[in-house]
């Protein structure tokens, strides 16, 4: 399997990794959330192990971010907090499993094994979404509108897909800050609002097909149809 670490002790990630390419499996190890977020939401893995404690936002904010994106990749949670309401947290963010640190790396291995088969038993996750007249590749990264392909940035691609699992709804700023940039609401900037004109540039200008991002005044924006 192709493995996401993300785990801010050294020593610990390199030994998780040491001992899983020794199982077969290939390993990238992150040691900051923010870098491990973005990795997951631009690379498939067939698994994540996600620590807790994590600098730049932590663990559970992880978690929580790339269930709100529908990254549906299986997530094993390692902490040394082995607290009833650590492990509720966790698992409520969207976590699949938890390990407790320090653990027995033969444990780590069942684990891994165990969420490996229960995935191969899942749903395949849709690989194209629709709206209107507009598709998007979440495999390929890549929007279609009218036969004509758009290429997107990564965070351009993360807000649009946030938009297409979301339509209909009002998504707010500081929903959309949390979810694409892994960060809260800064409302001294206005970098939401450029990267939405950004993505409205390469869906919607130059088409035929009705504008579909709308602007819901002191609110957000929503993906929808008039």
Not at 107 to 114: C, G, K, Q
Request: glycine fraction near 8%; aromatic fraction near 6%.
């Amino acid at each position: 399997m192709k493995i996401l670490v993300i785990e801010d002790e050294i020593k610990v990630g390199a030994f998780i990794k040491r001992g899983l390419e020794e199982h077969h499996h290939q390993v990238e190890v992150f040691t900051d959330g923010l870098a491990g977020q973005q990795a997951a939401l631009e690379q498939d893995y067939d698994l994540i192990l996600l620590d807790l404690m994590l600098p730049g936002i932590n663990g559970t904010t992880v978690c929580k971010n790339l269930r709100t994106l529908e990254v549906s990749t299986p997530i094993l949670m390692l902490t040394a907090l082995n607290a009833t309401q650590d492990i509720v947290e966790g698992l409520n963010a969207g976590a699949d499993d938890y390990l407790a640190k320090p653990f027995h790396f033969s444990e780590l291995i069942a684990r891994v094994n165990a969420l490996s088969r229960r995935k191969s038993h899942f749903h395949q996750e849709q690989s194209i979404l629709t709206f209107a007249d507009l598709q998007l590749n979440t495999n390929t990264k890549t929007a279609n509108r009218e036969g004509q392909e758009i290429v997107l940035t990564a965070k351009e691609y993360a807000l649009l897909e946030l938009l297409l699992r979301n339509t209909g709804k009002v998504l707010s700023r500081a929903l959309i800050s949390e979810a694409v940039w892994g960060l809260e609401f800064d409302t001294g900037t206005n970098t939401i609002d450029v990267y939405v004109n950004y993505l409205r540039n390469k869906i919607e200008k130059g088409f035929t097909g009705e504008k579909l991002i709308h602007t819901v005044v002191g609110m957000g924006y929503v993906m929808k149809q008039k």
